[in-house]
């Protein structure tokens, strides 16, 4: 195996993760072309449909399709790249291309538990201070609090960055999954990456650990008190209203805790890149559908979008 000079942004990264799906490489990938196309679709018709309808502007459907967003941008980062690399015959990514996979991923994933300990704290504000919704939650401050999360966490990553691009192999690199992974990266590298992973697991810390707390502290509050609620109509009207966040708050931490937990060892891997794959090819078809398939107000404005393209049809025929 030939590689270009190690110590540059030229430096090849084999990925190996499909090597042993060879006999499966095609239906494989229709089968990822497929989901990535889907949940695709659905993603930006939702941000569409929040975008263009006045009874969407509300906090929770902002912070929705933010999450949505994030998602796209996730899977966008890494799916395409993978097609290329289930159909050709050596699978490649260059040293520079490797940092800003692993940059994007990074930024977008902390993005996405930010959103959803926000989602946990607006869902707390609905059901726990329904009086004073109004005045602690609204559009402006939602907005605001989006854009610093973007800002807070695009800095961060730019050190995250600067430290990978400098990391130097003395031997072939070599990392055994569909994309590039941060844990074998760092674990090839032949020089010091004590400050990479000191930083690395601090950020981790603040902005992954913290906030999964602070969404556990909230729906434990919501739970609580929804089961003060004496009237049964009321306790299931007031977890209407929380159900589809906790749905999907527990899936994908479900499966970061599960994936973090799970050894890295030969005797687990292919058990790893299995769940790794359902992670991020299959949970973002699964949260639009999870928000969308009893909320009410997604499915009115989207009938009002349809009906607004037909009557411009039936208009420009005339």
């Not at 031997?171 to 000191?198: E, G, K, W």
């Not at 009237?231 to 479900?254: D, E, I, M, N, P």
């Not at 009410?296 to 989207?302: N, R, S, V």
Request: proline share 4%.
């Amino acid at each position: 195996m030939t590689l270009h000079e190690n110590q540059t942004t030229n430096a090849e990264i084999v990925i190996i993760g499909f090597e042993g799906l060879s006999d499966y490489r095609i239906p494989l990938f229709f089968l990822l072309l497929f989901l990535y196309t889907f949940s695709s679709s659905e993603n930006l018709l939702i941000i569409f449909l929040v975008s263009r309808s006045p009874s969407l502007h509300s906090p929770m459907y902002i912070l929705i399709s933010n999450l949505l967003f994030c998602e796209l941008l996730y899977s966008t980062d890494l799916i395409p790249l993978m097609l290329h690399h289930i159909l050709a015959e050596r699978a490649v990514i260059y040293h520079l291309g490797c940092t800003v996979q692993l940059t994007i991923a990074g930024s977008v994933t902390i993005v996405d538990i930010l959103l959803l300990m926000l989602m946990s704290y607006d869902r707390y504000l609905a059901v726990c201070q329904p009086l004073r919704y109004s005045v602690l939650m609204h559009n402006r401050l939602c907005a605001c609090l989006v854009t610093v999360f973007w800002l807070i966490t695009i800095l961060l990553n730019i050190v995250i960055f600067y430290f990978v691009i400098r990391l130097k192999f003395c031997c072939p690199v070599l990392i055994d999954h569909f994309y590039c992974d941060f844990t074998p990266l760092v674990s090839l590298a032949c020089s010091d990456v004590s400050p990479l992973v000191s930083y690395a697991l601090w950020v981790s810390a603040m902005l992954t650990i913290v906030p999964f707390g602070l969404i556990v502290i909230s729906y434990t509050v919501i739970i609580v008190e929804i089961l003060r609620i004496r009237s049964s109509t009321g306790r299931q009207k007031a977890f209407s209203t929380c159900s589809s966040h906790l749905l999907v708050v527990s899936l994908g931490f479900g499966f970061a805790i599960v994936l973090y937990l799970l050894p890295r060892s030969s005797n687990y891997m292919n058990i790893y890149k299995a769940m790794s794959f359902v992670f991020f090819a299959v949970n973002p078809v699964m949260n639009p559908i999870i928000y969308t398939l009893r909320n009410k107000d997604i499915k009115k404005a989207l009938k009002a979008a349809l009906s607004e393209i037909k009557h411009n049809c039936v208009v420009n025929k005339h």
